[in-house]
C-alpha cells in the first residue's frame, strides 16, 4: 500500500473501485465539468509538468515531453502529492522508446521502491500503487507510452498538446488517439479516466518552434544563429 495514506483515502478507494467493477473495461473520458478535481489542481500539475523540461534538461528541448505523477489519494496536501517526474531522454541515452512518460514510469518505480526513500515498497506493492496515481504530460501519449500508462494501471492520465497538433507543427507521430489504446485495453485490469486538453494554450507553445523558424522561443530560451534551434539564453555575466 502507499504511505502515506489516510483511511478516508483508503475507504473511498475501496468505493470507487466497488463502484467500476475491476477488470470490465470501463474508460471514462472525463469531460472538464465533471471532473472531482478541482481545475485549478489540475492546472497546477500541468505546469508542474511543463516546468520539469527545465528542472532536468532545458527549458526548451527539441522534444519537450514533460510528465509528472501525483497521488490525488494523499491528503497531507489538498493539490496531492508529487511522486516523480521525467522528461524524454532519448536523445540523451540513445534509447529511442525512453518518450517522457516511459522516462516518468522508470523513476516513479526507482522512488517507490527505493529502500531508503519515502515509500519503501516492494516491486508487487509498487505495481499495485500506480492505480492510486495520476499522470501529468504535456502532450498526448503516443500509443507506445498509452499502452505503458494502461498497463500500469494509472488511475488517471492528463494531457496538454493533442497528437494532432503534434502533427500539425511537423512531428512525426502514429496517429492513433490515446483515447483509442485506451478503448481497446479494456482486457486490462482497473481503468484509467483521460482527461484532455489541461491548459493546451500554454503547452502547445512548447512544441510551436520546432518546425516553424518565426515562432517565438520558449521563455529563456533564443535561436541559435546557425541551426535556428532554440537553445538556452545566454545572460550577460555568463558571457
Ligand atoms: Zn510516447
Excluded at 49 to 78: K, M, Q, R, W, Y
Excluded at 207 to 215: D, G, I, L, P, T
Amino acid at each position: 500500500m502507499l504511505y502515506p495514506l489516510s483511511i478516508l483515502a483508503l475507504v473511498l478507494l475501496a468505493l470507487i473501485h466497488t463502484t467500476h467493477g475491476n477488470g470490465d473495461g470501463q474508460i471514462s473520458a472525463t469531460p472538464h465539468s465533471s471532473d472531482a478535481i478541482p481545475y485549478e489542481t489540475r492546472v497546477y500539475w500541468m505546469r508542474r509538468a511543463i516546468s520539469a523540461l527545465a528542472e532536468l534538461d532545458s527549458p526548451c528541448p527539441f522534444a519537450a515531453f514533460g510528465s509528472v505523477v501525483v497521488n490525488h489519494t494523499d491528503t497531507s496536501d489538498p493539490k496531492g502529492k508529487l511522486v516523480c517526474m521525467g522528461v524524454n531522454q532519448a536523445a540523451h541515452v540513445g534509447n529511442p522508446t525512453l518518450h517522457g512518460e516511459m522516462a516518468t514510469i522508470e523513476n516513479c518505480s526507482k522512488v517507490l521502491t527505493d529502500l531508503d526513500g519515502l515509500y519503501r515498497l516492494s516491486p508487487s506493492e509498487a505495481l499495485k500503487a500506480y492505480s492510486q496515481l495520476s499522470l501529468y504530460t504535456t502532450a498526448e501519449p503516443c500509443p507506445m507510452c498509452a499502452s505503458a500508462i494502461r498497463w500500469s494501471g494509472f488511475a488517471e492520465c492528463i494531457y496538454g498538446t493533442s497528437i494532432e497538433t503534434l502533427i500539425n507543427r511537423g512531428f512525426g507521430q502514429i496517429s492513433i488517439p490515446s483515447q483509442e489504446v485506451f478503448a481497446e485495453s479494456t482486457k486490462l485490469p482497473g481503468e484509467t479516466v483521460l482527461i484532455a486538453d489541461v491548459l493546451a494554450n500554454e503547452t502547445d507553445p512548447y512544441f510551436s518552434w520546432q518546425f516553424n523558424h518565426s515562432y517565438p522561443c520558449p521563455k529563456g530560451c533564443e535561436r541559435g544563429s546557425r541551426d535556428k534551434f532554440c537553445k538556452l539564453q545566454v545572460t550577460d555575466h555568463e558571457l
